[in-house]
């Protein structure tokens, strides 16, 4: 796919939103490089009491710094998308703490945490978690129309973005009428709706064929080269071979934190895209 225009326009050079001029997610400015886009402290997650007692995470210290692309592995089980949800503060840890871009998010009420999830979060699911009622356009809009755009502004954002994920042609299109590299496209162009800080992503290549995973390794490469902060859990060592880092979970611990070569980058990413089916 050709693009005139990048896929997005990244919070490190960018002084607000159209409906929000001049302040960044969680009133957070990215111009200071100093501040980690992420940050887990002592973060840890338990499961049952007494006996059943489980840690699904336990003491993680991460921290994840703007532009960076993060990988996170290990076995089936061992915490990787409890990880995830913590950071996204889709669920509260049991002990440590969570920040994003310089500001503590795990104690927040409900309310506000919910208004920074749509602000300066975007989420990317192995399921999709499209709305089936909805058209494809509809479901990219829906988060930019939660978080106070106006509906030009949403609907213009969301035929934007679809059309730089390939699918102008689709905008109508129910989630049911779509393959599901199509659907995971509609997703990440939802996740970037509202510009985040940070975008999340659980197993994004998880239900996709070889074909349908090409193209969203090159939307996420896009994204890496535009300077987004993107963290994502795999069980796929070549879609963590396209980070700028992986991390490795164990029973809930960091048990490895490897930065790979930068510059390899691109031929890693090339390298991956000319998989056989």
Known sequence: ????????????????????PGAG?????????????????????????DESLVWAVDG??????????LAVTGPSGCGKSTLLQL???????????????????????????AGLRRRAIGFVFQSFQLMDELTAVENVELPALLAGASPRTARRRAAALLDQVGLTDRARHLPSELSGGQRQRVAIARALVNEPLVVLADEPTGNLDSAATQDILRLFGELRA?????????????????????VSLRDGMLADDTRLDGSGGTARLGALLDWEG
Do not use: C, F, K
Request: overall charge neutral; cysteine-free; hydrophobic content about 35%.
């Open 1 to 20: 796919m050709t693009r005139d225009v990048p896929l997005i326009r990244a919070w490190s050079r960018r002084s607000g939103t159209d409906d929000n």
């Open 25 to 49: 997610p969680a009133g957070h400015r990215s111009g200071d490089a100093s501040v980690p886009a992420l940050r887990a402290v002592g973060l840890s997650r338990a499961y049952g009491q």
């Open 60 to 69: 993680v210290d991460l921290d994840v710094p703007a532009g960076q692309t």
């Open 87 to 113: 950071l996204g503060g889709l669920d509260r840890p049991t002990d440590g703490e969570v920040w994003l871009g310089g500001r503590r998010i795990d104690r927040l009420g409900e309310r506000a945490l």
């Open 226 to 246: 535009a300077g987004q902060t993107l963290v994502m859990v795999t069980h796929d060592e070549r879609v963590a071979a396209t980070a700028d880092r992986v």
